[in-house]
């Protein structure tokens, strides 16, 4: 899928098709970014709607062509293999010709070891790829741990508890990257692992921003490519967390978990934490996937500020690239 993406263009799914119009117009700079989607099938077509609408709103006056790939070895539904066949391009594309940018997303783990995973192996020749084939390569959540474990050996620790939530982070290392960012950024984090910031400093990396709750938000470390890491998922949108949390509640009932999930931290609102808090007794008693239908209607907090920390982040990164690439996104 190769995708024309500027401000004036309304996205209504994943097959945006620029008009002769389009076409024509003088759009200034143009840069070539590439996402590499490897999130689990029920957020494989919500993740590219998330980052295109970023770089939608992030692009200004220059224009993007937008190339979704995924790592062929990450284990898929029939339905969504056939979505990522037909609509994204072959991941050798990729890797024949160089990218501005590159957004490489985590993918649901399915064993206790990274380097065990059956994506490892084509995950890390995509990272020796990038540090020399694209200006800026992001890696989130998943994909940071296994970046900073193949670059450093620095290994990912496992939670005590699922840090599944909205935080409040702070700018702790001034960089283009966070300028004009709000104060304190509020970022959604879901995981069952993370990497501990003094392993991080050790190896050379910057930590930009971090949370008291939820640790590294965001760090970086400079290669021929700018790798910028996040542990959290500044993409989501206000529902993500939602549908991840009613996802576990399912997967609980159905018995294909064996512990409740947690509600996601500073996201639903007070009389919604107590109803779903009513529902949990009932649903560990009486455990029955029929039990879906009895979820009570959730409301969420008025200040989560899903989208705007990651507005800014992008917009910054653009920017980033397109001075890289001798053009120009005016501040603002």
């Known amino acids: 899928m190769t995708i024309l993406v500027d401000r004036?263009?309304?996205?209504?799914?994943?097959?945006?098709?620029?008009?002769?119009?389009?076409?024509?117009?003088?759009?200034?700079?143009e840069l070539t970014i590439g996402l590499v989607n490897n999130m689990p099938d029920p957020a494989l077509k919500a993740t590219e709607r998330q980052f295109m609408k970023l770089l939608q709103a992030a692009a200004g006056?220059?224009?993007?062509?937008?190339?979704?790939?995924?790592?062929?070895?990450?284990?898929?539904?029939?339905?969504?293999?056939?979505?990522?066949?037909?609509?994204?391009?072959?991941?050798?594309?990729?890797?024949?010709?160089?990218?501005?940018?590159?957004?490489?997303?985590?993918?649901?783990?399915?064993?206790?070891?990274?380097?065990?995973?059956?994506?490892?192996?084509?995950?890390?020749?995509?990272?020796?790829?990038?540090?020399?084939?694209?200006?800026?390569t992001i890696w989130s959540c998943l994909a940071a741990h296994a970046a900073v474990l193949h670059l450093d050996g620095i290994a990912r620790r496992r939670l005590p508890a699922k840090c599944h939530g909205i935080f409040d982070c702070d700018v702790v290392t001034r960089d283009p990257l966070t300028r004009t960012a709000p104060a304190p950024l509020k970022v959604s984090h879901s995981r069952l692992n993370e990497i501990v910031e003094s392993d991080l400093v050790q190896a050379g990396y910057q930590v930009l921003t971090r949370s008291a709750q939820a640790g590294v938000d965001i760090f970086m470390r400079q290669y021929a490519s700018?790798?910028?890491?996040?542990?959290?998922?500044?993409?989501?949108?206000?529902?993500?967390l939602q549908r991840e949390y009613l996802r576990d509640v399912g997967r609980y009932l159905a018995r294909e978990r064996e512990t409740y999930p947690r509600l996601p931290v500073s996201y639903f609102d007070a009389a919604t934490e107590e109803k779903l808090a009513r529902f949990q007794?009932?649903?560990?008693?009486?455990?029955?996937?029929?039990?879906?239908?009895?979820l009570p209607g959730l409301n969420l907090r008025a200040d989560i500020g899903a989208g705007s920390v990651a507005a800014v982040l992008f917009r910054n990164w653009l920017r980033y690239l397109s001075v890289e690439a001798g053009g120009s996104i005016p501040a603002g």
């Open 8 to 29: 004036d263009q309304v996205i209504s799914g994943p097959a945006l098709v620029p008009t002769e119009r389009d076409l024509a117009r003088d759009h200034g700079a």
């Open 61 to 136: 006056p220059c224009r993007i062509r937008f190339h979704c790939f995924s790592l062929p070895s990450v284990k898929r539904s029939p339905e969504a293999k056939w979505h990522v066949e037909s609509e994204y391009s072959d991941l050798s594309d990729l890797k024949r010709r160089k990218f501005d940018g590159l957004i490489v997303t985590g993918a649901e783990p399915v064993t206790a070891e990274l380097d065990q995973e059956p994506y490892w192996r084509d995950l890390t020749e995509l990272i020796d790829w990038a540090k020399a084939n694209t200006r800026s």
């Open 226 to 240: 700018r790798f910028v890491f996040f542990q959290g998922h500044p993409e989501y949108d206000a529902l993500s």
């Open 281 to 294: 007794k009932k649903a560990e008693h009486q455990r029955h996937p029929a039990l879906t239908n009895e």
